[in-house]
Nanobody, 126 residues
Framework: QVQLAESGGGLVQTGGSLRLSCAAS????????MAWFRQAPSGKEREFVA?????????WYADSVQGRFTITRDNAKNPVILQMNNLKPEDTAVYYC??????????????????WGQGTQVAVSP
C-alpha cells in the first residue's frame, strides 16, 4: 500500500521560511515522479507548486513560487523536500505531496498522479 506522509507545515510571518518533507512508503521511491500541490482555503482548485522527475534531472516550478521555493530529492534517502523561503500570505494553503510511478506527461496536472498525501497546513501571516 502506497503512503505519502507530509510534514513541516506551520504558521510563519511574511518573509519567513518553512521546510516541507514528504516521505513515501510502499513504493520504489526512485521510480516515482514527485510533486507538490497546494489548495487555498477559499475553495480554489488544487494548484501545482513544484515537481521533480525520478532522477531529479528535471524540475518545474509554478511562476508564483519560482525563485522562492526549491524542490529536492535524494533517492537514497527519501523524502522529497520543498524548501520555502520569503513566504507570502498568498502562499497560505494546505500543501499536498503527490507521486506517480508511471509516465507523467504533464507534471503540472493533478490528475496525472495516482498517490497523494493527507496534506500539511501552511499559514503565512501579514
Amino acid at each position: 500500500q502506497v503512503q505519502l506522509a507530509e510534514s513541516g507545515g506551520g504558521l510563519v510571518q511574511t518573509g519567513g521560511s518553512l521546510r516541507l518533507s514528504c516521505a513515501a512508503s510502499g513504493v520504489s521511491f526512485s521510480s516515482e515522479t514527485m510533486a507538490w500541490f497546494r489548495q487555498a482555503p477559499s475553495g480554489k482548485e488544487r494548484e501545482f507548486v513544484a515537481g521533480i522527475r525520478r532522477n531529479g534531472g528535471r524540475i518545474w516550478y509554478a511562476d508564483s513560487v519560482q525563485g522562492r521555493f526549491t524542490i529536492t530529492r535524494d533517492n537514497a534517502k527519501n523524502p522529497v523536500i520543498l524548501q520555502m523561503n520569503n513566504l507570502k500570505p498568498e502562499d497560505t494553503a494546505v500543501y499536498y505531496c503527490a507521486a506517480d510511478p508511471g509516465v507523467v506527461l504533464n507534471i503540472r496536472r493533478p490528475d496525472e498522479y495516482a498517490n497523494w498525501g493527507q496534506g500539511t497546513q501552511v499559514a503565512v501571516s501579514p
